[in-house]
């Protein structure tokens, strides 16, 4: 009852703005926000060595702010985007993806996940969580998990009938199933079909006793105050799902994704990739495994 009644803690309105659109880089992987001064994310060129080749042909994005508030006092402005084909329309949307970045990305990161052309009846969606890019506000559990499952009713609503799924990467991952939780229990009409996890974890006590480089970054997002629970949610998934991870994973531990897994309930886990040699972010971009994740959520 505590954990469904975080959906309830905060008042969210909504006051969308379109702004123009723009180009994406890996530079833009640069990210520096006004609520931490000494906050600065290198560029990630390096760990992304591939890129979308369709990303400018049959790509279009969408830059929108949305606005929180708090008690209708204090509000701060959220970013977001979408991908689809340019000349699909609104109405011919029948696939939402929902996709969930992780630390040190923002909405922008889902140009790096190595698809092929979106299907002419699907879009991917994704916000930028507070301080994370564009979006401002103090990053906290509590706050991400509730603006995302507002994001989630933001996109139900504007594509109305569409099946919608999620897909996390790291704290993506551990943001997906808060706001799957939070769905199930509310018995809302936009809880997903599916779901695919990259990287997913135990809780966050696991994994930033790892490594130094871990602590840091643990210590940046602000998820030393934060436990995002994964494995307590485990048990309640009653959804297809994926879980891709790498043995050469050098921010969150291999066990911690294999011990989440063991947790899921019988039939639950309906398929996984665990691959070796690759990077952490080269998990997002590693086209073959990309398109089977796309395929493993339409087919649903």
């Known amino acids: ?72 006092s204090d509000s701060i402005s959220i970013s977001y985007g979408e991908y689809k084909n340019k000349n699909t329309n609104t109405e011919e949307i029948k696939n939402v993806i929902i996709y969930f970045h992780g630390t040190g990305q923002t909405w922008e990161s889902v140009n790096k996940i ?53 897909w996390g990467f790291d704290l993506g991952s551990a943001v997906a199933l808060e706001v799957f939780h939070q769905l199930k229990y509310t018995e809302s009409s936009f809880k997903p079909k599916a779901l695919v996890l990259y990287s997913p974890w135990t809780n966050t006590q696991d994994v930033c006793s790892g490594l130094t480089r871990i602590k840091r970054i643990c210590r940046i997002e602000k998820l030393e105050n934060n436990l995002y629970d994964s494995l307590a949610i485990a048990p309640d998934i009653d959804v297809p799902t994926r879980v891709v991870y790498t043995s050469s994973d050098g921010l969150v531990p291999a066990n911690t994704t294999e011990t989440f897994m063991e947790t899921l309930s019988e039939g639950v886990l309906q398929s996984f990739r665990s691959l070796r040699g690759l990077k952490h972010r080269e998990l997002l971009s590693e086209p073959q495994v990309a398109n089977e994740s796309l395929g493993f959520l339409l087919d649903r």
Request: hydrophobic fraction near 40%.
């Open 114 to 166: 190595g698809i092929n052309p979106l299907p002419e009846n699907a879009v991917i969606a994704s916000l930028s969580y507070p301080c994370f890019g564009q979006s401002e506000g103090v990053p906290s559990q509590d706050l991400i998990t509730s603006l995302a499952v507002s994001f989630v009713h933001l996109m139900g609503n504007k594509y109305k009938g569409a099946n919608i799924y999620f």
């Open 1 to 72: 009852m505590k954990i469904v009644a975080l959906c309830f803690f905060v008042i969210v309105c909504f006051n969308i703005q379109t702004l123009p659109a723009k180009s994406v880089s890996i530079a833009e992987e640069v990210i520096y926000s006004n609520c931490y001064k000494k906050r600065r994310v290198k560029n990630k060129s390096k760990e992304f060595p591939y890129t979308n080749p369709y990303i400018d042909q049959v790509l279009t994005e969408d830059r929108f702010k949305i606005n929180y508030s708090q008690n209708n």
